[in-house]
């Protein structure tokens, strides 16, 4: 299998994560993919020209992160990040939601930056994306999930989202969320391939 991904994309970093506990990541070759250039392989695997995509040995390309990581946890023989059925399955498919939507948030207010000229940027764009964020964390931080019971989906989306925090916005939501600091670093603790994914500075 190829991953088509970046180093910086929190979605491409949920995915290594995923390989990595499902025991997949020797099955995976990474290439990093310049989305900028109209001629890289990623536009012939995903015509939206996004991130992750995935090409299988028979050629079939799957995108995007959120089919990756179901299609991994369906050929792992060990470990799986997805529940059985069950209320806590949906629980933790909405925290795997939540967080994919707080990384959304999180990358268009740097795309209002990067993309747009500075005349015509909107703050109010920016200040709706950012309260998405501030939500989501004041919630998470009454009741940070579980770990106890094994890593799953839901947990390697939030931890890709702090990361993401923590990459782009300077780790300013510590402060204010001691209870998922504490969360992140037992995750990290528990998860090698959260360190090892880590995006390079810059």
């Not at 040995?57 to 997805?82: C, P, Q, W």
Request: charged share 20%.
């Amino acid at each position: 299998m190829i991953l088509y991904s970046a180093p910086a994309s929190p979605f491409g970093r949920k995915v290594k994560i995923a390989a990595s506990v499902l025991g997949l990541s020797d099955q995976m070759t990474i290439k990093n993919v310049d989305m900028a250039n109209p001629d890289d392989t990623l536009f012939s695997q995903n015509p939206l020209g996004k991130i992750p995509a995935l090409s299988l040995d028979d050629g079939t390309a799957l995108f995007d992160s959120r089919v990756i990581v179901e299609y991994l946890d369906s050929i792992a023989t060990g470990n799986k990040i997805f529940l059985p059925a069950g209320i806590d399955r949906y629980k933790d498919l909405a925290l795997n939601a939540m967080a994919d939507g707080m990384m959304d948030a999180s990358i268009l207010r740097i795309y209002e930056v990067r993309m747009r000229p500075q005349e015509g940027r909107v703050q109010s764009w920016v200040d709706y994306q950012a309260a998405k964020v501030a939500r989501g964390l004041k919630m998470l931080e009454t009741n940070p999930p579980s770990l106890e019971d094994g890593i799953t989906i839901g947990h390697i989306s939030l931890a890709c989202l702090l990361g993401y925090l923590d990459f782009r916005f300077n780790g300013d939501w510590r402060e204010d969320h001691p209870n998922l600091v504490n969360w992140l670093e037992t995750f990290s603790g528990l998860v090698a391939a959260f360190d090892k994914t880590r995006p390079p500075p810059g």
